[in-house]
């Protein structure tokens, strides 16, 4: 009986040290049965009215700030079932379900909803869009209360630490004491990372997902691109052309620049493929279908984006460093918080390196941490589109969380109107 | 020893580990072992592990692992984080097994290292008489296919530990079914010790 079983065990050990596949044998998940959600709507909620500004890191203030979020599910009376879920750079509050009338559902339904990963039936999802963004929350398209126009330039310069400041207001205002986890992938894990460091009484775990604790210069590289692009559309005018002409052209090469980070060789080889009778885009177009893509997501993203939310937002992620120059450890050093932290095998624009840095760090404090490389060939894509690795991984993570906190889970919700 | 099904070798680490305790278990595979010691003693528990659906069956069993190399993932803590260091069917298929043990000193207060005999009865028969390499229910591997890098015997690692200075604390020696107390370097599949670097008297 013994031995059997030390056999066994070696042979799943040999198995992972020859070959490396890719299918799936995830342990069934009885509960696993996703639907989704119905109607969501975004809300407002508006504080730091002058002459009570917010205090910005760069000693600017800021107010009134407007934070557009949406929720899911229902808080528990004990208010202890409610994850926060940080966007990336072109998110926004609606994570999940659909608004009145549309057909496309929120950025990261496939793992919000009920049965899903971030189970709606257990916990209360709240998930905001980033200050300095273009979604409903204030930034730099919005109204200066000072001169009755956008702001523009005039919009003060934000980081990370700001967004999650304004996400702390906002749970605070949703009268939740304690969050039981804090979760994003990309910017959405760099906030995630800051608020496990500045607000760590308010939470219990996060999830952390193809992320950095601080922009290597190949990522400072690809955005400064993005930027320049944006700032030499004539357009752009010094970031004054609310009204007027959009600096569309230069906002659609910044996303083309992004669309190419976030693939893989292999993911855009298996994707696009030359025109078979040889059609070009123009007369210097290489006919592949690549450049369509790119084009195609180039000028959707201009119908919904702001070039100078752009702006400010790749900065806030550039200049972002979760260590302050100290030693990361010391940044997490006594944290009694649970972490899961994922990166993905094919991500060149957030290689799992940077993840295991911050493990790394994790592990030196001692805080209690889970970390996975997920096989994957989509590149930073992946933490959209590999749902079923990260579904089991984050289920199994927050039941572990919410059962050790001893609420939330399993005990009756009511409905909690806000 | 218990008849509830628990493998032989879990029982007696079991047997060996303070309650409460904060235990690293290396190559911690579908994390059974640990599951095993949460459960019965409480201890922190942290697992490494290579393969990647094992750390999906670790998470499921409400663990913490870390998806990562054995020859490196140790190197990253510091010293006596860890109570225990278990590499319980791992040491054999280090690459740098000297390092790798001696970070595992470094690291833990103690270490529980387990591994299969390669000097038992059959195997030498299977040498001797018949000229292959051996294949016994502890070892068995086809030579070509194999996840083995070391092969050695009972006597080779008590030798190994005086050389490095290492004390053996406490030593098990298991059959099939059973333990083995008389000739264990002969009737003995596997073997597992706790070893330390510490000075303390012998037979504590």
């Known amino acids: 009986m013994a031995l059997l079983g030390l056999a066994s065990k070696a042979t799943e050990k040999n198995r992972s040290l020859l070959t490396k596949t890719h299918t799936s044998t995830l342990p069934p998940s009885p509960s696993y049965n996703p ?44 208010r202890s079932n409610a994850i926060l879920v940080l966007h990336a750079l072109s998110g926004d509050a609606h994570a999940a379900g659909f608004h009145e009338g549309e057909t496309k559902p929120g950025w990261w339904d496939d793992m919000i909803g009920p049965g899903k990963a971030f189970d709606t039936d257990r916990y209360f999802v709240i998930c905001s869009n980033v200050l300095g963004g273009c979604k409903g929350t204030t930034g730099p398209s919005s109204i200066n209360p000072k001169t009755g126009k956008p702001y523009g330039l005039d919009f003060p310069v934000i980081g990370i630490p700001d967004m999650v400041r304004v996400q702390k207001y906002l749970v605070d205002h949703l009268g939740i004491e304690r969050l039981l986890c804090v979760a994003g992938g990309s910017m959405g894990g760099m906030q995630a990372l800051e608020w496990l460091v500045s607000h760590s009484d308010r939470m219990e775990s996060a999830i952390v997902i193809s992320t950095a604790a601080k922009h290597s210069p190949q990522q400072i590289a690809f955005h400064e691109v993005g930027r320049q692009a944006i700032m030499a559309d004539p357009h752009w005018n010094g970031g004054n052309y609310y009204g007027c002409a959009l600096p569309s052209k230069g906002l659609a090469v910044a996303r083309m620049v992004g669309h190419i980070t976030y693939m893989s060789d292999v993911s855009m080889a298996q994707k696009f493929r030359r025109h078979p009778n040889g059609e070009r885009l123009h007369k210097f177009s290489a006919g592949c279908e690549v450049e369509d893509y790119l084009h195609a997501r180039g000028n959707h993203f201009v119908k919904r984006f702001d070039a100078n939310s752009y702006l400010y937002i790749t900065r806030a992620i550039d200049s972002y460093d979760l260590s302050r120059g100290r030693d990361l450890a010391e940044a997490f050093r006594g944290l009694q918080k649970k972490v899961l932290a994922l990166a993905f095998k094919s991500d060149w624009l957030y290689p799992p390196s940077q993840t295991r840095e911050i493990v790394k760090a994790c592990k030196q404090a001692g805080v209690d941490t889970t970390y996975c490389e997920i096989e994957s060939t989509y590149g930073h894509d992946a933490f959209l589109l590999e749902i079923e690795e990260q579904t089991h991984l984050i289920r199994h993570f927050l039941k572990r969380v919410s059962d050790e906190r001893g609420s939330a889970g399993e005990r009756e919700v009511r409905h909690y109107e806000i | 020893m218990r008849s509830d099904g628990t493998r032989l070798d879990f029982q007696i680490i079991l047997q060996w580990v303070q309650p409460g305790s904060a235990v690293l278990d290396l190559g911690c595979g579908d994390g059974d072992l640990l599951e095993l010691l949460v459960r019965e003693k409480g201890v922190k528990a942290q697992g490494i592990e290579i393969n990647e ?95 083995n890098l070391h092969f050695l015997s009972l006597l080779d690692f008590t030798h190994y530990c005086q050389k490095r200075h290492i004390q053996i604390r406490r030593a098990a020696f298991l059959g099939e079914k059973r333990m083995i107390r008389f000739r264990p370097n002969l009737l003995a599949q596997a073997g597992i010790f706790l070893i330390s670097h510490d000075q303390r008297p012998k037979g504590e």
């Open chain 1, 35 to 78: 639907k989704r959600l119905g109607k969501v709507q975004t809300q407002f909620f508006t504080f730091a009215h002058p002459p009570e500004e917010m205090a910005l890191e760069s000693g600017e203030r800021l107010g009134p700030i407007r934070v557009a979020y949406e929720t899911y599910g229902t808080l528990n009376e004990e």
């Open chain 2, 53 to 147: 659906q094992a750390i999906y069956r670790c998470v499921a069993k409400g663990l913490s692992v870390f998806h990562d190399d054995l020859d490196r993932g140790l190197s990253e803590y510091g010293d006596k984080t860890f109570d225990y260091v278990i590499l319980n069917q791992t040491l054999q298929q280090v690459r740098k097994l000297d390092e790798a043990l001696q970070e595992a000193l470094r690291v833990g207060r103690e270490v529980i290292v387990g591994f299969p005999n390669f000097a038992h009865w059959s195997a030498r028969v299977q040498l001797f008489f018949r000229g292959h390499t051996p294949i016994t229910p502890a070892l068995p591997y086809e030579w070509h296919d194999t996840p």
